[in-house]
């Protein structure tokens, strides 16, 4: 995993920005706080079964909690903690793990007979701004751009081929992030759509039948949510 300046400035601004909604209590028409859950689709290589760097990522779910301030009447400023964790396909995994696995040990392994995973996970810790514009005495549509911190896990991965059997470890990352969001308000039910990406940076080590390969790079993680909330 690799550190540098910039995340411990954005993890610093994060908390900074979203921390102060904590000690407005006197100003609760300017400060603003919201819940939501709902699905999560991978997008680009991160969902991609034949791609060189493909993720091999199924749909899964998110949950998220933002808070904004108005900067003034059309214009705010948000801070959100968005978590989300999608399937592995080890299905297409399975029936493609011999070949990409042959060129990485240099063997033929043949028919893959089982293969297990867990699941992606990454947390999405993201600051900036948002535009919202009512259209009727209830409803309102929003738009938000924000940048942060993209924290990430790749699952560990096992395979077993006839009498044999391998592993991938699991690895966590990190990367810096963006995010473009919109959606509408309908009273206090915020419906939206979030677009987050980054690539996270991963150590892993590949074992199999004696042989053991270090694996490491960039993993691109792209997803698209689609999010219900509630707007306390």
Same mark, same amino acid.
């Given at each position: 995993?690799?550190?540098?300046?910039?995340?411990?400035?954005?993890?610093?601004?994060?908390?900074?920005?979203? =921390? %102060?909604?904590?000690?407005?209590?006197?100003?609760?028409?300017?400060?603003?706080?919201?819940?939501?859950?709902?699905?999560?689709?991978?997008?680009?290589?991160? %969902?991609?079964? !034949?791609?060189?760097?493909?993720?091999?990522?199924?749909?899964?779910?998110?949950?998220?909690?933002?808070?904004?301030? &108005?900067? &003034?009447?059309?214009?705010?400023?948000?801070?959100?903690?968005?978590?989300?964790?999608?399937?592995?396909?080890?299905?297409?995994?399975?029936?493609?793990?011999?070949?990409?696995?042959?060129?990485?040990?240099?063997?033929?392994?043949?028919?893959?007979?089982?293969?297990?995973?867990?699941?992606?996970?990454?947390?999405?810790?993201?600051?900036?701004?948002?535009?919202?514009?009512?259209?009727?005495?209830?409803?309102?549509?929003?738009?938000?751009?924000?940048?942060?911190?993209?924290?990430?896990?790749?699952?560990?991965?096992?395979?077993?081929?006839?009498?044999?059997?391998?592993?991938?470890?699991?690895?966590?990352?990190?990367?810096?992030?963006?995010?473009?969001?919109?959606?509408?308000?309908?009273?206090?039910?915020?419906?939206?759509?979030?677009?987050? !990406?980054?690539?996270?940076?991963?150590?892993?080590?590949?074992?199999?039948? =004696?042989? !053991?390969?270090?694996?490491?790079?960039?993993?691109?993680?792209?997803?698209?949510?689609?999010?219900?909330?509630?707007?306390?």
């Amino acid at each position: 995993m690799r550190y540098s300046a910039k995340y411990s400035f954005l993890i610093l601004l994060f908390i900074s920005i979203f =921390g %102060s909604g904590l000690y407005a209590q006197d100003f609760p028409r300017l400060m603003h706080f919201s819940v939501f859950a709902g699905e999560v689709f991978p997008l680009s290589d991160y %969902s991609s079964t !034949t791609a060189s760097n493909a993720g091999y990522a199924g749909s899964g779910f998110c949950a998220m909690v933002e808070a904004d301030k &108005n900067i &003034n009447e059309n214009v705010y400023w948000a801070s959100s903690v968005s978590f989300a964790m999608n399937n592995f396909d080890k299905y297409s995994l399975q029936s493609s793990l011999g070949n990409n696995l042959a060129v990485l040990i240099g063997n033929n392994m043949g028919f893959v007979s089982n293969v297990s995973a867990g699941m992606y996970t990454s947390t999405w810790l993201m600051t900036g701004f948002g535009f919202e514009m009512p259209v009727s005495p209830v409803v309102k549509i929003y738009s938000v751009e924000q940048i942060g911190l993209l924290i990430s896990s790749f699952p560990g991965i096992s395979f077993t081929n006839y009498n044999t059997s391998g592993t991938l470890t699991p690895a966590a990352g990190m990367a810096f992030a963006t995010e473009l969001g919109a959606g509408v308000i309908i009273r206090r039910i915020n419906l939206g759509l979030r677009y987050y !990406t980054g690539e996270p940076y991963y150590k892993q080590t590949l074992s199999f039948s =004696g042989s !053991t390969v270090n694996v490491k790079g960039e993993f691109p993680v792209t997803i698209l949510q689609f999010i219900i909330g509630y707007n306390f």
